[in-house]
């Protein structure tokens, strides 16, 4: 069974990074498509990026070009999450998903608050 | 990008009842849909791959249709644990994949 584990919450200043990992465990890490979605309080989903660690193509949506990064690390079989410059409105529940298109496994998530 | 729109936005429906939820995307994206369930501060569930194709360990009483832009999600008979949160996503321009505003179930 595919498992992913998250690192834990999170409070940011403004202006500043935050980086969430996500550990796979039961499948194939490096085969697997993996994308982060966000998800603001009491709001939607949100598509941020995603990859394929075994071919080194990483997408972003236009909104979060240049203040994301995603980056895979297959010894650790372990994705990473990195935005920049936050603000306010990042405030949000940030989820790393298996799969693509169709998402079939998603980490528990991780908060992440950002506060003056 | 493309859009999704979902409707209704809520409905209120109780237990047995058969509850349809319409999701409909700004241009033509094939089968190419999924459908997901969202229970409070729990990660989002896929039910429906490919417009219809249901993941595997989800109830029959889910099904989807639809193809080009207007796709359905119905649940036959609604149990006490499909009160959540609904959502569509377009799979077939990339990137983004783009989610529809949700659809919430709730008890009437």
């Known amino acids: 069974q595919v498992q992913l584990v998250q690192s834990g919450a999170e409070v940011k200043k403004p202006g500043s990074s935050v980086k969430v990992s996500c550990k796979a465990s039961?499948?194939?890490?490096?085969?697997?498509?993996i994308s982060w979605v966000r998800q603001a309080p009491g709001q939607g989903l949100e598509w941020m990026g995603g990859?394929?660690?075994?071919?080194?193509?990483?997408n972003y949506a236009q909104k979060f070009q240049g203040r994301v990064t995603i980056t895979a690390d297959e010894s650790r079989s372990t994705a990473y999450m990195e935005l920049s410059s936050l603000r306010s409105e990042d405030t949000a529940v940030y989820y790393c998903?298996?799969?693509?298109?169709?998402?079939?496994?998603w980490g528990q998530g991780t908060l992440v608050t950002v506060s003056p | 990008d493309i859009q999704m729109t979902q409707s209704p936005s809520s409905v209120s429906a109780s237990v047995g009842d058969r509850v349809t939820i319409t999701c409909r995307a700004s241009?033509?994206?094939?089968?190419?849909l999924a459908w997901y369930q969202q229970k409070p501060g729990k990660a989002p569930k896929l039910l429906i791959f490919?417009?219809?194709s249901l993941q595997s360990g989800v109830p029959s009483r889910f099904s989807g249709s639809g193809s080009g832009t207007d796709f359905t999600l119905t649940i036959s008979r609604l149990q006490p644990e499909d009160f959540a949160t609904y959502y569509c996503?377009?799979?077939?321009?990339?990137?983004?994949?783009?989610f529809g505003q949700g659809t919430k179930v709730e008890i009437k």
């Open positions: 990859s394929i660690p075994i071919l080194g193509t990483v």
């Open positions: 998903a298996r799969g693509s298109p169709a998402m079939d496994f």
């Open positions: 490919a417009a219809s």
């Open positions: 039961g499948g194939t890490f490096s085969s697997s498509a």
């Open positions: 241009q033509d994206i094939s089968r190419w």
């Open positions: 996503q377009q799979a077939n321009s990339f990137p983004p994949w783009t």
